[in-house]
C-alpha cells in the first residue's frame, strides 16, 4: 500500500511516490527482497521500481484470479501461495520468512499463515493511509526477533 499519486506527463500517466514513502520502501528493502503483489500493469510497477534504485531488483507476483477467488476474503491469497509453492520447488526460495503488507488480508491468509512453513509477519495498513512507519518498525521488529536471513516482503503498490 504505496498509495502513489498519479501524475499525467504528456499522454501518459506515472505514479509518483513522495519522500517518505520512497525512505519507508527502501528501509523495508534494506532487511529483505521485495515481491510486488499487485494487480497494476507491469509497466506502472516498472516506472515504481525506477523510482526507488533498490540494490536487489523485486521479485514479481503473478496475479492469477480464479474463479471464486474474488468472493474470499483474501482475493490474492492462492496466488500468493501457488508462487511461494513454485518458488520453493525450483530451489528459488531463499528467504527464511515473508511479511506481507497488504490493506486486504482476511481471516483465510491468517489461517494460511500458521501454516505456512516459515514465519510471516501480515501488516494491514489502512487504504487511505497505505504504508507508514509503524508498519516498517514492525517488520523490523519481526525480523530481528526472528533472527532470519532473508525475508521476502509483499507490497501492493
Same mark, same amino acid.
Given at each position: 500500500m504505496l498509495n502513489p499519486k498519479l501524475v499525467r506527463v504528456g499522454d501518459s500517466v506515472e505514479p509518483h511516490l513522495s519522500d517518505v514513502k520512497l525512505a519507508r520502501v527502501r528501509r523495508l528493502a534494506a532487511k529483505g527482497r521485495i515481491a510486488w503483489v499487485s494487480s497494476w500493469q507491469g509497466d506502472m510497477i516498472a516506472k515504481l521500481e525506477a523510482q526507488l534504485h533498490l540494490e536487489a531488483e523485486p521479485l514479481r507476483v503473478t496475479i492469477t484470479m480464479r474463479p471464486g477467488d474474488e468472493d474470499r /476474503?483474501? /482475493?490474492?491469497l492462492r496466488s500468493v501461495a501457488r508462487w511461494l509453492d513454485r518458488m520453493d520447488a525450483a530451489g528459488e526460495a531463499d528467504w527464511d520468512a515473508v511479511v506481507w503488507? =497488504? =490493506? #486486504?488480508l482476511g481471516p483465510d491468509v491468517h489461517e494460511w499463515a500458521h501454516t505456512f512453513g516459515k514465519p510471516v509477519l501480515l501488516e494491514k495498513p489502512d487504504p487511505v493511509t497505505g504504508l507508514t512507519d509503524a508498519h516498517v #518498525?514492525? #517488520?523490523q521488529v519481526f525480523i530481528n526477533e526472528q533472527g532470519v536471513g532473508t525475508p521476502t516482503h509483499k507490497e501492493q503498490p
Open positions: /476474503p483474501t /482475493p490474492k503488507i =497488504d =490493506d #486486504v #518498525v514492525a #517488520v
